[in-house]
T-cell receptor, first 114, second 112 residues
Framework: KAGVTQTPRYLIKTRGQQVTLSCSPI?????VSWYQQTPGQGLQFLFE???????NKGNFPGRFSGRQFSNSRSEMNVSTLELGDSALYLC?????????????FGSGTRLTVV | DQQVKQNSPSLSVQEGRISILNCDYT??????FLWYKKYPAEGPTFLIS?????DKNEDGRFTVFLNKSAKHLSLHIVPSQPGDSAVYFC???????????FGKGTKLSVIP
């Protein structure tokens, strides 16, 4: 059974640019969540999608957005990149139909903003 | 406001001994707790979880204890092995919430 796939693994962008990250969940999983990991703040929740609808949103500015497609694949977009957006972005998937669940994480996309 | 706290950034344990990782939370609405293990450049890997209706859950060498009145949980690893060396994250979620709140992690080093 394939795991959660995130692409690309590494990305370098310049301040002011925008970036799109992709996540393919485990087959059959309809919930996809995104997290940002930084050394100072740890793992912080960005948003969660289920059946193409955003169900939860974390405390991040509107520059961070996401979407989910009918095949459950998800993308997140960060516009007007800032140096502080440099982080490991992790995607996690689960069935999404029960709150007692185990999320499976991907290996992440390492974004560096210069 | 940190709702999930792991107060020990690091822990060193001799191989074969017990590792105890601690986690405190402040939000009484949390009802499900998870532990994840993370190696550098990889995503977190789920280890073990516990529902708030239980006070203990065991899986092989890993046991999680939950003390609801103290809002405290701990992960015991017995016996500790060098391959257990990683960063361990405690996470929590509330009923009906599909959002995990993580602690900042504890780096465990198991010394051969």
């Amino acid at each position: 059974k394939a795991g959660v796939t995130q692409t690309p693994r590494y990305l370098i962008k310049t301040r002011g640019q925008q970036v799109t990250l992709s996540c393919s969940p485990i087959s059959g999983h309809r919930s996809v969540s995104w997290y940002q990991q930084t050394p100072g703040q740890g793992l912080q929740f960005l948003f969660e999608y289920f059946s193409e609808t955003q169900r939860n949103k974390g405390n991040f500015p509107g520059r961070f957005s996401g979407r989910q497609f009918s095949n459950s694949r998800s993308e997140m977009n960060v516009s007007t990149l800032e140096l502080g957006d440099s982080a490991l972005y992790l995607c996690a998937s689960t069935t999404g139909t029960s709150t007692n669940y185990g999320y499976t994480f991907g290996s992440g996309t390492r974004l560096t903003v210069v | 406001d940190q709702q999930v706290k792991q107060n020990s950034p690091s822990l060193s344990v001799q191989e074969g001994r017990i590792s105890i990782l601690n986690c405190d939370y402040t939000n009484s609405m949390f009802d499900y707790f998870l532990w994840y293990k993370k190696y550098p450049a990889e995503g977190p890997t789920f280890l073990i979880s516990i529902s708030s209706i239980k006070d203990k859950n065991e899986d092989g060498r890993f046991t999680v204890f939950l003390n609801k009145s103290a809002k405290h949980l701990s992960l015991h690893i017995v016996p500790s092995q060098p391959g257990d060396s990683a960063v361990y994250f405690c996470a929590a979620s509330g009923a009906g919430s599909y959002q995990l709140t993580f602690g900042k992690g504890t780096k465990l080093s198991v010394i051969p």
